[in-house]
């Protein structure tokens, strides 16, 4: 892993601009085509703060665990995630696990892990998503945040 040039505090905006466009779109508040473009506009907006390469994917729990290891991160997030990959994974969609870098303002590396649900623009429903997101033991405060406003 390359040290990330990503600062945590624009990744922490971009992630929560993210999670309200794609609840305002499982909510049924805006189409399909303005989601995507809403997600274009965000991307474009950041493209000088919020860099790829500081994302990484994994196929598998293995491989996610072994780059968590190899660097010197904390475990402690891998059974939540898989715990949401695996509903996923039984709702008959594909995944990934993500692992996003930053940096702190004193010069340390913070990470964001997630899972990547893959071609699911149209076939995903409000009602897998709350699956997934409530599949672990222990809700994350995020979880807990998009839960409460899909249900509403
Ligand atoms: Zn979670």
Not at 6 to 25: A, G, M, P, S, W
Not at 36 to 59: A, G, V
Not at 75 to 87: I, N, Q, S
Request: with cysteine; proline share 2%.
């Amino acid at each position: 892993m390359n040290v990330p040039k990503t600062r945590i505090e624009d990744l922490l905006n971009y992630v929560r601009k993210e999670k309200i466009i794609t609840r305002e779109f499982f909510k049924g508040k805006i189409s399909l085509e303005k989601r995507n473009k809403m997600f274009e506009k965000l991307i474009l907006e950041y493209r000088h703060r919020i860099f790829p390469e500081d994302s990484y994917l994994f196929d598998n729990i293995g491989e996610f665990w072994k780059f968590l290891i190899d660097n010197n991160l904390s475990t402690d997030c891998v059974t939540h995630e898989m715990l949401h990959a695996r509903k996923a994974f039984l709702l008959g969609y594909d995944i990934k696990y993500c692992c996003r870098m930053a940096l702190t303002d004193d010069g340390r590396i913070a990470f964001l892990p997630s899972i990547n649900i893959k071609d699911t623009n149209e076939k995903m429903n409000k009602e897998d998503l709350l699956a997934i997101i409530s599949a672990t033991d222990v809700l994350s405060e995020e979880d807990k945040n998009m839960i409460e406003y899909l249900k509403e």
